[in-house]
């Protein structure tokens, strides 16, 4: 039986290869789209519609979330940025879930290619914790639905 390898004192070494590695480069493309669209929300939101300003906190805090993913990435920390990306979309879409029409909302289509994302990026175990979040949160939205608790859309 061999032995586990042991990780250095310093913490583990991130090959400087890495960041030309084609799937890195697309996430980090990925997440800049990403806070480019949030900008642009969030000016426009300001142009349009200036007394509402609670409408900014959802893409002020998106932002804040891809710049520390866009940070992670940088530092050659993938396993950490797919996770801290999963997580938060989820944590976005479930909200947008709650408070825009619940189950009927267009945006549950996130939650399968979250799964799918999940299993490919960071583990099947991780595929599978999503999933059983994702059914849980359904139903519960279902429930909400019918006992008529979900906030107006």
């Not at 949030?38 to 979330?65: C, D, H, K, N, Y």
């Not at 938060?88 to 994302?117: E, M, Q, R, T």
Request: with cysteine; glycine share 10%.
């Amino acid at each position: 039986m061999k032995s586990p390898s042991r990780i250095s004192p310093s913490g583990p070494k991130i090959d400087s290869s890495i960041g030309s590695d084609f799937s890195v480069r697309f996430f980090q493309q990925g997440v800049a789209a990403i806070l480019i669209g949030l900008v642009t929300f969030l000016v426009v939101i300001r142009i349009t519609a200036p007394e509402q300003t609670l409408r900014m906190v959802a893409p002020a805090s998106g932002i804040l979330l891809m710049g520390v993913i866009w940070w992670l990435i940088g530092r050659g920390r993938l396993q950490a940025a797919a996770i801290l990306f999963a997580s938060g979309a989820w944590l976005v879409a479930g909200a947008i879930c709650v408070f825009y029409n619940g189950v009927h909302s267009a945006i549950v289509i996130v939650f399968p290619l979250l799964i799918v994302y999940a299993g490919w990026a960071i583990s099947l175990r991780a595929a599978a914790v999503f999933t059983g979040l994702t059914v849980a949160f359904l139903i519960g939205l279902v429930a909400a639905e019918v006992l008529g608790t979900l906030p107006p859309p």
